[in-house]
């Protein structure tokens, strides 16, 4: 999976201090170890491969093993301020489905993923005729691990129909965040900030990243 310091940059941007926060497929703990160092969270994480395990244990970070798609149905509602999925929804073989339990254990919910509807890969598409591979994607067709690739446009409508509110976006093309009208066509990554309800303490007025 793709997953670079400057989308770890964007997710601290978006969590308030002193948060908690369950941090979904969380590698090898460095998203959570930043959350706690720069924004005093209380972290703790889900990982399904031992050897990440272990690296989060020896970081010192709370981490539980478990398979995103058997759901959350261990998590109480509303336990946590914020439950980030970074660079997962792809993989997972239901992603409404877990989308679903997010909104339902946290407050606020982080969902960052590849935007599949890039230039690039619209190019490699169109007038190479295979299947995009760039610093993105970097996976032949065979070997990749995501299974259920999605577009900025596609993400907005599937929040429309399931009623998540969206509190905010950032979209970018390396470290240049993209405005609106070309977020579709130049994002490379993009970053939704959502909830299930309107709330006072964040407008539920979606704002540019």
Known sequence: MH???ISYDRIVELVE??????????????????????RSAQGRGVEIEESLIRECIA?????????LDEGLKDYDSQAYDY????Q?????????VLLREMIRVGRRVIVG??????????????????????????YEWYDTPNIHL????????????????????ICMNGRRRIPAGLRNLLAVDVYFLLSGRHTNAITAKATAG
């Open 3 to 5: 997953r670079s310091p």
């Open 17 to 38: 201090p002193d948060s908690t926060v369950l941090d979904l497929g969380c590698g090898n703990g460095e998203l959570l170890q930043r959350l706690q160092s720069e």
């Open 59 to 67: 970081k010192g970070i709370s981490v539980f093993q478990g398979d």
């Open 83 to 86: 439950v980030i999925l970074n």
């Open 88 to 96: 997962t929804l792809q993989v997972v073989h239901q992603p409404i």
């Open 113 to 138: 993923f590849p935007n599949f509807a890039f230039v690039q890969n619209r190019v490699q598409l169109t007038i190479g005729g295979r299947m995009p591979k760039n610093n993105a994607l970097p």
């Open 150 to 169: 999605c577009t900025y446009r596609d993400f907005h409508q599937l929040c429309r129909r399931e009623h998540f509110v969206v509190l905010r976006q």
